[in-house]
Nanobody, 115 residues
Framework: QVQFVESGGGLVQPGGSLRLSCAVS????????MGWYRQVPGKQRELVAA???????LYADSVKARFTISRDNAKNTVYLQMSILEPEDTAVYYC?????????WGQGTQDTVSS
């Protein structure tokens, strides 16, 4: 069964950092492109960052130079290092493949950036 389990969110002040982790099971992880997505109430879920099976990176313009996506194929885990966080980064963050398995979204992890 496909499963994505996100962790690492929390409350942080503007300018702070967080590191998200996502444990993945049920897919051929090393062969799949992975992505981090985020959603705020009333808006569509958006792609924040992606990493291909070969390590190619893609970032939304709003997070370039602040966020870093990485993966550990031995652990079936994808990470998102977030730095210089802004209130606008407040959202629920999800991981999934890219393109995503639409019926297998995890619970996500809430990140709140506030002073």
């Amino acid at each position: 069964q496909v499963q994505f389990v996100e962790s690492g969110g929390g409350l942080v002040q503007p300018g702070g950092s967080l590191r998200l982790s996502c444990a993945v099971s049920g897919i051929s992880f090393r062969l799949d492109a992975m992505g981090w997505y985020r959603q705020v109430p009333g808006k569509q879920r958006e792609l924040v960052a992606a990493i291909s099976s070969g390590g190619m990176l893609l970032y939304a313009d709003s997070v370039k130079a602040r966020f870093t996506i990485s993966r550990d194929n031995a652990k079936n885990t994808v990470y998102l290092q977030m730095s210089i966080l802004e209130p606008e980064d407040t959202a629920v963050y999800y991981c999934n493949t890219r393109p995503p398995f639409q019926h297998y979204w995890g619970q996500g992890t809430q990140d709140t950036v506030s002073s």
